[in-house]
């Protein structure tokens, strides 16, 4: 398609070249002959000295055409051979490079280092994030258990209390274990979080429980896992609810596991068993 448009350009500039020539080749022959007759008459004078005759005329500006038009069959034939060459060079380095003979060219070298160096800054920074989540026992933004969070349960709470630290303390939330839901009266209950590990991979849960360690709520915050996510439904979370020390809190005897995730189902009661015991610690002291 290159060639063709090389090709036909080059015959469209000889073109022009041309046929202006010959336009004003065909006046001229055609004024000498209306003049000639009128010359001879002497009704016209005749031609200067200088000018030369019609014929001799003619056949310079015939000369010129066909200089011209060899000149353009020249160049178009320079551009053909030019064209056909780069063509061959072209078909030999791609067979050289199907061979293995030649390095394929390389695009954007320094586009390329640059996206790669992002890449691999962005690979760091999620690599420090999930290595920072497992150092730290956590999964995901829920860690924190705030005041709010226990509202519904108990509206007359006013401050979250760690319960390793001293009661003239409060705090309105924490990244602690266990933490004391306090009122004007005292403790009312407690809040717990434990990470867990099952087979398909980490995940946070929350109990509520009252100031006997009875359970009254417990959910499942974040999970991660590509299996076993069904623990995360209330039609399973809702069966810790009225479980206390007393009760075994196992999957089989009082907590039915979620099919296809048994022990994930299993590793939420263990988690959901330690946080009843040491709440029933706490209530004991």
């Known amino acids: 398609?290159?060639?063709?448009?090389?090709?036909?350009?080059?015959?469209?500039?000889?073109?022009?070249?041309?046929?202006?020539?010959?336009?004003?080749?065909?006046?001229?022959?055609?004024?000498?002959?209306q003049e000639r007759p009128f010359r001879g008459m002497g009704i016209l004078p005749m031609r200067p000295r200088g000018i030369l005759p019609l014929e001799e005329e003619g056949k310079a500006v015939e000369a010129a055409a066909e200089a011209a038009e060899a000149a353009a069959a020249e160049v178009e034939a320079a551009v053909e051979a030019a064209v056909e060459a780069a063509e061959e060079e072209c078909r030999s380095k791609m067979l050289l490079r199907r061979m293995g003979k030649m390095p394929m060219p390389r695009v954007g070298p320094a586009r390329n280092g640059v996206a790669r160096a992002w890449a691999a800054w962005g690979c760091l920074l999620i690599a420090a994030t999930i290595c920072a989540m497992v150092l730290m026992g956590g999964c995901g933004p829920s860690r924190s258990v705030r005041l709010r969070d226990v509202k519904d349960l108990y509206p007359a709470a006013i401050s979250l209390q760690p319960v390793d630290q001293p009661a003239a303390e409060p705090a309105e939330s924490s990244n602690g274990?266990?933490?004391?839901?306090?009122?004007?009266?005292g403790v009312v209950g407690y809040v717990g979080q434990r990470g867990l590990t099952a087979r398909s991979g980490r995940f946070t849960i929350r109990v509520v429980t009252d100031r006997q360690s009875t359970v009254q709520r417990a959910e499942v915050m974040y999970y991660v896992g590509k299996r076993g996510g069904g623990i995360s439904k209330a039609e399973f979370t809702r069966q810790f609810v009225g479980l206390g020390p007393g009760d075994p809190i196992r999957i089989g005897v009082d907590v039915d596991a979620v099919t296809g995730a048994t022990v994930?189902?299993?590793?939420?009661?263990?988690?959901?068993?330690?946080?009843?015991?040491?709440?029933?610690?706490?209530?004991?002291?």
Not at 177 to 185: F, G, H, V
Not at 274 to 282: H, L, M, P, S
């Open 177 to 185: 274990s266990l933490m004391a839901i306090r009122d004007d009266a």
């Open 1 to 33: 398609m290159f060639r063709a448009r090389i090709t036909q350009a080059g015959g469209a500039f000889a073109m022009a070249d041309l046929q202006p020539a010959a336009r004003n080749t065909g006046k001229l022959a055609e004024s000498w002959r």
């Open 264 to 285: 994930s189902s299993q590793t939420m009661a263990d988690g959901v068993r330690e946080i009843v015991d040491e709440a029933a610690r706490q209530a004991g002291r």
